[in-house]
């Protein structure tokens, strides 16, 4: 078995190479989907990215393309709009980069899309407030799905700390363009909100919970269901419904589950010390217990070992849902729709391939660089991209496998099945896999020297 295995790892490593992906570009994604800070600040995200050559240049190239967005196309109709420009303005505020990537969808979609993440967003600002009495909490989580029929309907009962109490204040807003969509796209929305209102409800009346804690992984995948599963599911419905996608995306419910879950089990490993400090804990008993008695024991000094173990068991856990989203995104057909699905997919990934085996999890907020982040923006526009891109983090998170790790093996095989997917169904992107040539490299080296000298005059004109 083992020698299996480590023909697996070879195999894989062979194919993909230690440098990162060529891009290709079938379509140019513009604008202002990772804000990129004033000239001190963007220095410091230039400055990350010093060793990451073709992050820098990836920048440079968002910074200074020309806007020519779907969204700035459209901004003059949002300026006229009072309510569904307050709409805009919420969506940026609660969320500035994902914001961005909805404001690139096609107008078939658009609206529909924004209001369905700020109707998600107002009971994600329900659920979690520590500060609203339970019944309380669960009658609007169980009824939320007829609030966004009342007009006028707004709510000011939020705690102060409560950071999106402001689009609740004013959620009439909201609720005026809600009621402004097609009806199609009205059903769409509040279906979702009656299952997700539902299962989070339940959820904070202590059902599938010992205590605070998540017990099962089945009551883990259940969670991630409501919160994240169900997005997948009512996106799938509402890329149907535009027209931009055909109902068959609609129809596979499993895989658009798994598009959800991916995102969402993700930020869970991200988010650990966060979840921790803020008194919650989603990382489900059946797993962590293998390795520790109590859940903020993996932060202590002397139970690294343990709490590596348990990093990586959470990770193979989130593997299983790659190659669903791999079909998924597959099956796409729409470029903005394309786009849309596929940022925050590799994104993930890259986080993915960040935390594993990465114990700064349990010390501090683990993210990845923002001149990453834009380079796997713009690399996303195309599922031959996409799939390098996956395997180069894939290939990552396969030369920090350890050995002696107890899940070894199994992380070993999730890549492998991962790997056959890829083989199976897209044998054509093998080539899009290529290191960088010579030239590519000699260019970036260049680049490099001639931002170095950039940086030097600028840094002694700021001293
Ligand atoms: C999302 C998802 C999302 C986008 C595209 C397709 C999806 C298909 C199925 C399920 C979810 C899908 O994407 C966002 C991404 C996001 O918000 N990223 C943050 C970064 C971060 O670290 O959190 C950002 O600020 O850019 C997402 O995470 N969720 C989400 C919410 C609503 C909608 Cl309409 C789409 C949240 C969640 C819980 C993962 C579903």
Redesign the pocket.
Known sequence: MKLYLNRLLIRISARVPRKLWTITQTHRLKGEIISLPLFSTMLNTLLASLRHPAEIEALLKYKFSPPNTNFNRNKKIIANNPTKKKCYDFLFLT?????A??AELDDELRDA?CL??LI??GLDTIEDDMTLPLPRKTELLRSFHKIIYQRGWNFDENGPNEKDRVLLVDYQVVIDEFLALKPAFQTVIADIAHKMGDGMADYANGEHRVNTAIEKISDFDLYCHY???L??Y???DLFAVSGLESAEVANSKKI?NS??QF??KT?II?DYLEDLVDGRQFWPREIWANYVEDFADLSKPGFEVKAQACLSAMVLNVLEHVPDCLV?LSQLRNQSVFN??A???V?AIA?LALVFNNLEVYRRNV?IRKGEAVRLILASTNMGNVVAIFRYYLYDISGKNDPLDPNFMKISIAIGKIEQWIETNMPQTNVVAKPYSAAASSSHLLLLAILAGVFGVLYSRLQ
Not at 95 to 99: I, L
């Open positions: 969320s500035r980069s994902f914001a990537v909805i899309v369905f993440y998600l967003r919160v994240a599963g997005v997948g009512g996106l799938s658009s598009m959800g995102l969402q930020n991200r998924y849309f699905c940022i925050p997919q994104m986080t993210k």
